[in-house]
């Protein structure tokens, strides 16, 4: 009977721990898009949270750890809503050309341009950054490409380093966009560009 209740009370401890956790990140998600990094302090975040000092510490090392939280949950969430876009194409090399769109029309999101693209280089270092946006969307881009070969849509090649290749320029065009003082024009003007690309790995 003692063990039942531990095992209750570890469980509800878990559950109050994962959902601090959880508001933490969303109430820093939003103060990060809106004011960007460096204008944000641990301060206003645990008194927006509702939550103590001792708690935000107990859940994250520091801010830049909490940061790194938030960057994986918005890019995590990106490749999602791209796959699951892309998948409705009639086709895999469609849902390639369709990726690449939709991975720029991200970009114009104030969320992402400011988490993903404008801060997080700076914030976790240009080799963290590239390993998040390589973890959530290499795989899912190996996978369209490997999809398209197995088609006859393009030609068939070493699949990693092509995907690598294409992410480089992905992320490239990426940060053009956000870096832009019209992104939207700068996002008009890479699209083609992409395209090109794309349409290139035609067999």
């Given at each position: 009977?003692?063990?039942?209740s531990?095992h209750?009370?570890?469980?509800?401890?878990?559950?109050?721990s994962?959902?601090?956790r959880?508001?933490?990140?969303?109430?820093?998600?939003?103060?990060?898009?809106?004011?960007g990094?460096?204008?944000?302090?641990?301060?206003?975040?645990?008194?927006?949270?509702?939550?103590?000092?001792?708690?935000?510490?107990?859940?994250f090392?520091?801010?830049?750890?909490?940061f790194?939280?938030?960057?994986?949950?918005?890019?995590s969430?990106?490749a999602?809503d791209i796959?699951?876009?892309?998948?409705?194409?009639?086709g895999?090399?469609?849902?390639?050309r369709?990726?690449?769109r939709?991975w720029?029309?991200?970009c114009?999101?104030?969320?992402?341009?400011?988490?993903?693209?404008?801060?997080?280089?700076?914030?976790?270092?240009?080799?963290?950054?590239?390993e998040?946006?390589?973890?959530?969307?290499?795989?899912?881009?190996?996978?369209?490409?490997?999809?398209?070969?197995?088609?006859?849509?393009?030609?068939?090649?070493?699949?990693?380093?092509?995907?690598?290749v294409?992410?480089g320029?992905?992320?490239?065009a990426a940060?053009?966009?956000?870096?832009a003082?019209?992104?939207?024009?700068?996002?008009?003007?890479?699209?083609?560009?992409?395209?090109?690309?794309?349409?290139?790995?035609?067999?």
């Amino acid at each position: 009977m003692h063990t039942d209740s531990t095992h209750v009370k570890r469980g509800a401890k878990a559950a109050q721990s994962e959902a601090t956790r959880a508001k933490l990140v969303r109430v820093a998600r939003r103060l990060f898009a809106k004011k960007g990094y460096a204008n944000v302090g641990t301060e206003e975040v645990v008194k927006r949270a509702g939550v103590t000092r001792g708690a935000l510490y107990h859940q994250f090392e520091d801010k830049r750890a909490l940061f790194l939280a938030v960057f994986e949950q918005v890019e995590s969430q990106v490749a999602q809503d791209i796959a699951m876009r892309a998948a409705a194409e009639p086709g895999p090399f469609e849902a390639l050309r369709a990726g690449t769109r939709l991975w720029l029309d991200s970009c114009l999101d104030p969320e992402v341009r400011r988490i993903v693209l404008l801060d997080a280089p700076a914030v976790v270092g240009w080799a963290a950054w590239r390993e998040v946006l390589g973890r959530y969307g290499l795989g899912l881009l190996a996978a369209a490409l490997q999809a398209a070969m197995d088609e006859g849509a393009i030609e068939r090649q070493a699949v990693m380093p092509l995907a690598l290749v294409i992410t480089g320029a992905l992320n490239a065009a990426a940060l053009y966009v956000a870096e832009a003082d019209d992104p939207e024009a700068a996002r008009a003007e890479m699209e083609p560009v992409l395209e090109r690309m794309v349409e290139g790995l035609r067999g």
